[in-house]
């Protein structure tokens, strides 16, 4: 497949600008890919569409207030976009004015200042800031919104799920946005049960494929997170006939990953591309404490299954395409995507393409909102 073969007509008036209230009163297209249907309902009747014995993930990912606007010491404006901590505490950074902000110069920020050590190989900058605190940053910086966004946020909050917890993502997981803590309790009263991974969302989910020959796009590399409980209640889930609902792509792009490197553990290397940080721990099968904020975990759980699920942590470099064999995911909520992007891939992966656009075609005609803060899609 091509580029090309993911791209479709949107009017620019339906790229949703503010997010709805309340947050579950958007809308929801109900795409069943065993009767071939589409059913046109809202996301608050998410409930109804779930079974005893279900198992949603969401990324608990919180997006940090990564973007700083400042001057350079020649009075010039600079921006920065805060992508990465290294261990060693400086930052790597997106700056704008790339090109004239060189090593050894100093930029200005409200309340911090930043010396730029180094380029990165993705064209990026090393900052040291000063004070080097977190809470100094999250005082001088701003929640970053998509580029398609051109409003600012009346209360960041809205662009955070209700369930995020650990700060790492400059992006927010966004199929997770349409959850209130009511509905959660409404899901959990149908029998359905939660758990959680993080993935912390880097700046390339914005980035469009610009090769027309998919094998040649750089897809970026994340820091995931699949923790022992969550791994025990998905086991438990397949084994008695549950199943899997990924809230969002970079919940299936974790899940999959996971599930591709436990059916083939064993393996001398990785079986999917990945890219480390110098600094950074390899991707491995040990994981951090679990961190359920959802609720309690089922706890170690034995199973018969074709294989075990194994816990994950490390940085998940994964470009799910039609052709990938899914594994774990056996439904999915997400948004509606940007024409040739990654996201809308992995979509068309699970659901196939001519489907999902058609699926599009029809939200189009009926006035979904789209992107970030617009409508969902249930995939079943």
């Not at 998410?46 to 949603?56: F, N, T, Y």
């Not at 919940?251 to 990785?270: H, I, M, P, W």
């Amino acid at each position: 497949m091509r580029t090309a073969d993911f791209d479709y007509s949107l009017p620019p008036e339906l790229i949703a600008q503010t997010p709805v209230e309340p947050r579950d009163s958007s809308r929801l297209l109900v795409l069943d890919r065993g009767s071939d249907s589409i059913a046109h309902r809202h996301f608050h009747d998410l409930p109804e569409h779930l079974r005893p014995g279900d198992l949603l993930v969401v990324n608990d990912s919180r997006v940090i207030p990564a973007r700083l606007l400042g001057r350079r010491s020649t009075g010039g404006a600079v921006e920065a976009l805060l992508v990465h901590e290294r261990a060693t505490g400086e930052w790597e950074a997106l700056v704008r004015p790339g090109r004239r902000v060189r090593p050894g110069e100093t930029l200005h920020f409200e309340s911090v200042t930043a010396t730029v050590l180094d380029r990165t190989a993705s064209g990026g900058r090393v900052l040291r800031f000063d004070p080097p605190n977190r809470e100094a940053l999250a005082a001088a910086g701003v929640i970053p919104l998509p580029p398609y966004i051109h409003a600012p946020l009346a209360d960041p909050e809205r662009y955070q799920t209700v369930y995020a917890r650990e700060p790492g993502s400059v992006a927010a997981p966004t199929a997770g946005l349409h959850f209130t803590p009511a509905l959660v309790d409404a899901c959990r009263e149908r029998g359905a049960d939660f758990a959680s991974l993080t993935l912390h969302v880097g700046p390339g989910t914005f980035k469009p494929v610009q090769t027309d020959d998919l094998d040649a796009h750089p897809l970026h590399a994340e820091l995931a997170f699949l923790p022992p409980t969550t791994v025990a209640a998905i086991n438990h889930t397949h084994a008695n006939g549950g199943r899997v609902i990924s809230i969002g792509t970079t919940t299936v792009r974790v899940l999959e990953a996971a599930g591709l490197a436990s059916a083939q553990r064993g393996l001398s290397t990785v079986p999917f591309p990945l890219r480390e940080p110098a600094d950074q721990p390899p991707l491995s099968s040990e994981a951090p404490a679990d961190h359920l904020p959802l609720g309690e975990g089922e706890g170690k759980v034995e199973v018969k299954s074709p294989f075990q699920l194994r816990p994950l942590t490390g940085w998940i470099d994964f470009f799910i395409r039609p052709g990938h064999q899914f594994r774990v995911v056996d439904a999915l909520v997400t948004n509606f995507h940007l024409p040739r992007s990654t996201l809308l891939m992995l979509v068309a992966a699970f659901a196939g393409r001519e489907r999902v656009l058609a699926a599009y075609a029809e939200a189009v005609r009926h006035g979904y909102r789209f992107y970030s803060f617009g409508d969902a899609m249930l995939i079943l």
